[in-house]
């Protein structure tokens, strides 16, 4: 059985930072390709941050520059640092892994609520 736990989040002024946390188990971490979604009552899910099993990064626009996405083969470990925080980064945000091209090999985690107010 896969999990993904993440943790990390909670509520935040605009302008601080949170670092999300996702653990896997279940899974041979290594080859899997990591990332973080985020989704709003009024959005739909979209992607924050990926890096794959190459460590090859991807951000959204909305985020370079603030966030840092990281991996931990040894922890079977993701994070996400979030600095420069602002209201419009509110959201519940979802730890994905995935090996391409294998549709059976898609794991998601339950989520974690970050909330930027103040």
């Known amino acids: 059985q896969v999990d993904l736990v993440e943790s990390g989040g909670g509520l935040v002024q605009p302008g601080g930072s949170l670092r999300l946390s996702c653990a896997a188990s279940?899974?041979?971490?290594?080859?899997?390709?990591m990332a973080w979604y985020r989704q709003t009552p009024e959005q739909p899910r979209e992607l924050v941050a990926e890096?794959?099993?190459?460590?090859?990064?991807e951000y959204s626009d909305s985020v370079k520059g603030r966030f840092t996405i990281s991996r931990d083969n040894t922890k079977n470990t993701v994070f996400l640092q979030m600095n420069n925080l602002k209201p419009e980064d509110t959201a519940v945000y979802y730890c994905?892994?995935?090996?391409?091209?294998?549709?059976?090999?898609?794991?998601w985690g339950q989520g974690t609520q970050v909330t930027v107010s103040s």
């Open positions: 890096i794959t099993d190459g460590n090859i990064i």
């Open positions: 994905f892994a995935e090996i391409e091209g294998v549709p059976d090999l898609r794991f």
């Open positions: 279940g899974l041979i971490f290594r080859v899997y390709d």
